[in-house]
């Protein structure tokens, strides 16, 4: 009987430590392998058109981007007799184009596509120019929205064609109320810079 009292039981530990550790390396494995693995679609577009369509997404995100910001931009730096006018045009321009922002990303996502992660991928997107001149007066920053507005629309009405092609009516849909707005704007900006005959 004192053999067996004095024989050290077996330690549980150890067999306990292993499995933990079985178990933790197998959450890594899983974790690594979704790091590397292709986002799955939700939705019923193949994966050319997922490429497609989200490749054009971020294109027009990035362009949404420089436009928000230059529009910022001549919000903060008008001047002139006009100023009070132009100023809260354009701030409420930038706000409605800022909103489009969001439904752009997440709409990439939805489909199964990824969007874009930073400045340096948008500059290296985008399409319309950006303004950095020490000065502009205010004639010329309304006359250069109005044309990027323009350019927005065109890129716009590409992305619906893309998006009638592959039958991905949601964002087509999101597309046709964007197009409008950014026509708005165009217009607004148009009315603006008209010179009196």
């Given at each position: 009987?004192?053999?067996?009292?004095?024989?050290?039981?077996?330690?549980?530990?150890?067999?306990?430590?292993?499995?933990?550790?079985?178990?933790?390396?197998?959450?890594?494995?899983a974790?690594?392998?979704?790091?590397?693995?292709?986002?799955?679609?939700?939705?019923n577009?193949?994966?050319?058109a997922?490429?497609?369509?989200?490749?054009?997404?971020?294109?027009?995100?990035?362009?949404?981007?420089?436009l928000?910001l230059?529009?910022?931009?001549?919000?903060?730096?008008?001047?002139?007799?006009h100023?009070?006018?132009?100023?809260?045009?354009?701030?409420?321009?930038?706000?409605?184009?800022?909103?489009?922002?969001?439904?752009?990303?997440?709409?990439?996502?939805?489909?199964?596509?990824?969007?874009?992660?930073s400045?340096?991928?948008?500059?290296?997107?985008?399409?319309?120019?950006?303004?950095?001149?020490?000065?502009?007066?205010?004639?010329?920053?309304?006359?250069?929205?109005?044309?990027?507005?323009?350019?927005?629309?065109v890129a716009?009405r590409?992305?619906?064609?893309?998006?009638?092609?592959?039958?991905?009516?949601?964002?087509a849909?999101?597309?046709?109320?964007?197009?409008?707005?950014?026509?708005?704007?165009?217009?607004?900006?148009?009315?603006?810079?008209?010179?009196?005959?």
């Open positions: 009987m004192s053999d067996t009292k004095s024989q050290a039981p077996k330690p549980k530990k150890a067999k306990a430590e292993t499995k933990s550790e079985t178990k933790a390396e197998g959450k890594l494995e974790a690594k392998s979704r790091a590397t693995a292709a986002l799955q679609t939700r939705a577009y193949s994966s050319n997922v490429q497609d369509i989200a490749g054009a997404l971020n294109g027009l995100l990035a362009d949404v981007f420089v928000y230059k529009t910022k931009n001549f919000h903060w730096h008008m001047s002139g007799p100023f009070r006018d132009y100023h809260l045009l354009l701030d409420e321009q930038s706000d409605q184009i800022f909103a489009m922002t969001d439904p752009i990303a997440e709409r990439v996502r939805k489909i199964g596509g990824t969007t874009i992660k400045i340096g991928q948008i500059a290296r997107q985008q399409r319309l120019l950006d303004n950095d001149a020490e000065y502009v007066t205010p004639q010329d920053m309304l006359s250069e929205l109005r044309d990027d507005n323009v350019q927005l629309v716009m590409e992305v619906h064609d893309l998006c009638d092609e592959n039958q991905d009516v949601a964002t849909s999101l597309l046709e109320n964007w197009i409008d707005e950014t026509e708005r704007r165009a217009w607004f900006l148009f009315e603006t810079t008209r010179r009196e005959a």
